[in-house]
């Protein structure tokens, strides 16, 4: 069965860093692109961050560059994404997903995880 499980969530202050890693079952993750997005309370899910298998393309959010990092380990199966400076607009569920291209759109991506919650306080 497919699944991507995330971790790492948590409460954390204003300013503060969390590493948020999503663990890959071996068919989702072999060659596929793996995608953040996220979901704060009355939004929509937005894109974050998404990087292709071999690393060689990475997008980025206007929100979030120069403060998170995409990153992957395919050895592990497991896709990173760092989170410094946060803010309290950065609170929101945390979803990876993984789909064949690198895009900022959801309906690129075929498999999802349930997602966790970050949360800054100011």
């Known amino acids: 069965q497919v699944q991507l499980v995330e971790s790492g969530g948590g409460l954390v202050q204003a300013g503060g860093s969390l590493r948020l890693s999503c663990a890959a079952s071996g068919r989702t993750f072999n060659r596929k692109t793996m995608g953040w997005f996220r979901q704060a309370p009355g939004k929509e899910r937005e894109f974050v961050a998404t990087?292709?298998?071999?690393?060689?393309?990475?997008l980025y959010a206007d929100s979030v560059k120069g403060r998170f990092t995409i990153s992957r380990d395919n050895a592990e199966n497991t896709v990173y994404l760092q989170m410094n400076s946060l803010k309290p607009e950065d609170t929101a569920v945390y979803y990876c997903?993984?789909?064949?291209?690198?895009?900022?759109?959801?309906?690129?991506?075929?498999?999802w995880g349930q997602g966790t919650q970050v949360t800054v306080s100011s």
């Open positions: 990087i292709t298998w071999s690393g060689d393309r990475i």
């Open positions: 997903a993984a789909g064949p291209v690198p895009s900022q759109l959801r309906r690129t991506y075929d498999y």
